[in-house]
């Protein structure tokens, strides 16, 4: 098993190294400039999309609400909460400004997978439309091209059982028993048994679901982090103080902290960023072209807002908690962080409650979430006939996970490579295709008639 983990750790160095680092980020602003900014100034646009969304009669599987609820689902959980707290433990302070510089670029590259994803969708044996990476290469591209839609469709079902499985049943089980007591297997077999009811119905159980239970627990989650930032507001300029001179500068040890260079603050802190909204890994656009629209860019500035309420709201309510109780120089890492900042930040021990229910339901939430990401890959992989036998697979994961022969450590490393290798084919394919996506758009919004009917 170590040999193994070596050989995880030596490729994992590899492809998230500077290249990759250079390749997210330089696809992310090519497209923020190509597209002329239009993700970051139609924000307020995309937000009256997203309410017009929530019922629709086009065509489609889900609404577009919904869609954005599912992807979300699927990026809400663990990067948020144990995430940012390992980006701020290995990359210190300054690792959440490159969070929010990956961030602000992934939301034009989630805008063009949105984009994409619905302007080369198909219809599957079922009636249902399915899309993705994998179909706008292959529809794309060209037939040609389809192997590299093979090869993101086989990392993306193996990063499934990863990301969207074993590593959320991980993270809950321990948050669960450190707060409650709860012994970790009997937590994985009663999120394995509420994950098995919800995919017994498909896509729009799954959308329905994420739709109600996303938008609660956000309000919760970054209720409860207000709430502490309003407490200790004069501690707030400071945090941000730290935060930017340490984007640029490396930290020394202090206390708990280990200190951390300049490099390591760009690295994790773009990884982490990355594992949390998924912007560039080509996930979020499986989800978003079931949408009930008929207008690619309509649902293209509905997803550009599942990147900026993950990591520019949720994971920054997440940083400056963990900064301005002092909890990143305590020596906890992950979840642990996250929850002692929150108990030192409000009163009575009810941090860690809020931290607790909120891991448990984000991670509920994008269990669900990937288990539909996965089970397209494999259905693109296999076809319709593999859906069912995927499904039991993956509630057999479930628990797995939360076994203590799983490290959680080699969980996060195994993530982080194949979330690399799924991101790989996405990005060429989006950088092929980004004149698509530029002339959609600029017929689009040079169109009077789309903007007068949508608002």
């Known amino acids: 098993m170590e040999s193994l983990i070596g050989i995880i ?50 065509e489609g599987d889900i609404s577009p609400f919904n869609a954005l609820m599912t992807a979300l689902s699927a990026t809400v959980g ?14 210190g302070p300054g690792a959440l400004f490159w969070m929010w510089v990956i961030a602000l670029v992934g939301m034009a590259t989630k805008f063009c997978e949105a984009t994409l994803a619905v302007h080369y969708r198909e219809k599957d044996a079922n009636g249902n439309h399915v899309g ?10 060209g037939i040609k091209w389809k192997w590299l ?17 074993t590593i959320q049943s991980n993270s809950v089980a321990d948050a669960l028993q450190s707060t409650f007591g709860i012994q970790p297997l009997v937590t994985g077999i009663v999120i394995a048994v509420l994950v098995a009811l919800v995919l017994i119905g498909g896509i729009k159980r799954i959308g329905e679901v994420a739709g109600k239970l996303v938008p609660i627990m956000a309000i919760f989650y970054v209720g409860g982090g207000l709430i502490i930032l309003i407490m200790h507001a004069d501690r707030v300029p400071e945090a941000f103080g730290l935060i930017f001179y340490h984007a640029f ?40 072209a079931a949408a009930q629209t008929k207008d690619p860019i309509r649902q ?35 979840a642990s962080m996250s929850a002692l900042a929150f108990n030192e930040g409000l009163p009575g021990g009810w941090g860690q409650y809020i931290v607790s229910i909120g891991l448990a339901v984000f991670a509920f939430t994008t269990i669900i979430g ?6 397209k890959c494999t259905q693109f ?57 530029f002339k959609l758009t600029k017929d689009y919004f040079n169109n009077p008639a789309n903007l007068l009917k949508n608002n």
Request: glycine share 14%.
């Open 149 to 165: 839609g093979v090869l993101f469709a086989i990392f993306g079902m193996l990063a499934g059982f990863g990301i969207g499985n």
């Open 300 to 334: 293209g500035t509905v997803a550009m807002l599942g990147t900026f309420i993950d990591t520019i709201i949720i994971c920054s309510i997440t940083g400056l908690v963990i900064m301005v109780t002092g909890a990143w120089q305590s020596g906890e890492n992950g």
């Open 78 to 91: 663990t990067g948020n909460i144990a995430g940012v707290a390992t980006a701020v433990f290995f990359g």
């Open 132 to 141: 993705g990476p994998m179909y706008y290469i292959k529809n794309g591209l």
């Open 249 to 288: 500068n490396p930290i020394a040890a202090a206390g708990g902290f280990a200190g951390a260079t300049i490099w390591a603050a760009m690295r994790f802190g773009i990884a982490r960023g990355v594992f949390s909204n998924e912007a560039g890994l080509g996930s979020a656009p499986i989800a978003h």
């Open 381 to 437: 992989l296999f076809g319709e006939k593999s859906n069912i036998p995927f499904r039991v697979l993956w509630v057999l994961a479930i628990p797995l996970g939360t076994l203590p022969i799983i490290d959680l450590g080699s969980l996060w490393l195994v993530a982080d490579t194949l979330n690399a290798m799924m991101a790989i084919p996405n990005l060429v394919a989006l950088l092929l295709l980004s004149p698509v996506v």
């Open 9 to 58: 750790s030596a490729i994992n160095g590899v492809v998230w190294g500077p290249a990759m680092l250079i390749l997210l980020a330089g696809t992310g602003l090519y497209l923020t400039l190509g597209l002329k900014l239009t993700p970051q100034r139609k924000l307020i646009y995309g937000f009256k999309m997203l309410w017009r969304g929530r019922k629709s009669t086009e």
């Open 370 to 375: 990937w288990s539909f990401y996965g089970e």
